[in-house]
């Protein structure tokens, strides 16, 4: 397909990007819902039964073979044109075991440093607005490059991050100051939780990079008092109701998932599962506490509404990206129980895995290999290199493998 056909049709792939015991809090009257009540487990301890885990390594095993042969002789994979669909592939062989590590690796790094360029970002320049989602491409391929461990990368690592931290819209003060959006320069300066959450997320997982930086540079960091502001524009209060409030938005004027109207009669923009996971995965990243109302409240929505038959608010409309963000934030929420409606604790991990287990199709050609896709195409979820990916993050999240 023509490039520009796949910028207008990718563009929208960053929309859905929309250890305590067993606590979970109720929302009550307030600015922003705060704790009220606590439920509580000691029998879920985050460890995964042996005979799961085998499997589930046996399943991980088949989807990063899958991936493997599909890896394209210039080290890319899917959508050439966007190197985050390289770079998510990359992050799951990174973290891996595979065999063939080595090779695969390194031709899928070598893809990414063409992409580099000369201010920092890692993406390939496209037409039109929001252009080749320049901070979506630089933060996912920063953060694979990172994962590697590779010394020799630290360079691009640390001028991708100096790119990011000028990235955040800082100026103004609007209802988007805080947050990223597709490009800066682009002419869309709206910002989104979809977009910020990769963002603040690449800078944190590759913080530890700055610790070689040299002396003479000046280290690079957001602004993470303004994520947080931002983050409170993004988030459902209590008076937007107890079916949203604690829960978040797409952004600070839209939520994906609609509108609704509160018991006062004003507007309100419904609260989803992807992004009430990125909301909540941001604040921790932030250093909010895990104490603070918002986030409890943001944790609180996430149980009231567990699930893993579908994204909440959305069907099945971004799932896997649902699986993978859920996996990052519950881990670093550091909660493993889940409180249900039956009142019974939920192990989160093991109800995870077995869910990517139980949706793996197997290829029927005799080779063994397995992937992930789903049937709705919103946010190229039909794309099953990208889905794979998501959800072999989210198995090593789930098994408790560092991101």
């Known amino acids: 397909m023509h490039t520009v056909q796949w910028v207008k049709q990718f563009l929208t792939i960053t929309c859905a990007v929309g250890v305590g015991l067993g606590l979970a809090v109720k929302v009550t009257a307030g600015e922003p819902p705060s704790s009220a009540s606590v439920v509580s487990s000691t029998a879920i301890t985050g460890q995964t039964d042996i005979s799961l885990l085998n499997e ?5 095993n088949r989807g990063l073979n899958w991936l493997a042969k599909r890896q394209q002789p210039d080290g890319s994979w899917s959508i050439a044109d966007f190197p985050a669909l390289t770079a998510l592939p990359l992050w799951a062989f990174a973290v891996s075991e595979h065999p063939d590590k080595a090779r695969i690796v390194s031709n899928a790094v070598q893809f990414i440093l063409k992409n580099v360029q000369p201010d920092g970002s890692i993406y390939k320049k496209a037409p039109g607005p929001g252009g080749g989602l320049v901070n979506y491409n630089t933060a996912l391929c920063m953060t694979a490059l990172h994962m590697t461990r590779d010394p020799a990368l630290t360079p691009v690592v640390l001028k991708a991050r100096q790119f990011m931290a000028a990235a955040q819209h800082l100026e103004g003060d609007d209802l988007y100051k805080g947050g990223f959006g597709y490009d800066k320069t682009s002419g869309r300066q709206y910002t989104d ?7 603040y997320e690449a800078m944190r997982l590759t ?4 610790d070689l930086r040299p002396g003479n540079e000046k280290k690079a960091d957001l602004n993470w008092q303004a994520t947080t502001q931002f983050l409170g524009r993004v988030q459902n209060t209590a008076t937007a109701g107890t079916n949203d409030a604690g829960g978040f938005a797409y952004r600070p004027d839209e939520s994906k998932a609609g509108t609704t109207t509160n018991a ?6 419904r609260s989803y599962g992807s992004m009430t996971y990125a909301g909540l995965l941001s604040l921790i990243y932030a250093d909010v506490s895990r104490n603070d109302p918002r986030v ?6 996430a149980t009231q509404h567990w699930t893993l038959d579908e994204n909440p608010g959305m069907g099945p409309q971004g799932i896997y990206y649902f699986y993978n963000i859920m996996a990052k ?6 909660q493993e129980a889940i409180p249900s409606a039956k009142g019974t604790p939920v192990a989160w991990r093991t109800e995870m895995i077995k869910k990517l287990i139980s949706l793996q199709k197997v290829e029927k050609d005799g080779s ?16 099953p290199v990208l889905v794979t990916a998501y959800t072999l993050i989210a198995l090593d999240v789930a098994l408790g493998k560092t991101r």
Do not use: M, P, T
Request: aromatic share 12%; hydrophobic share 45%.
């Open 56 to 60: 589930a390594r046996a399943v991980k």
């Open 193 to 199: 939780l979809s977009d910020s959450v990769i963002a």
């Open 207 to 210: 913080q530890s990079a700055e």
């Open 264 to 269: 006062a009669g004003q507007v309100v923009l």
């Open 296 to 301: 409890r409240s943001a944790f609180d929505w």
């Open 329 to 334: 934030s519950l881990s670093s929420f550091g």
């Open 368 to 383: 063994g290999e397995g992937y992930w896709v789903n049937a709705n195409n919103r946010w190229l979820e039909n794309d």
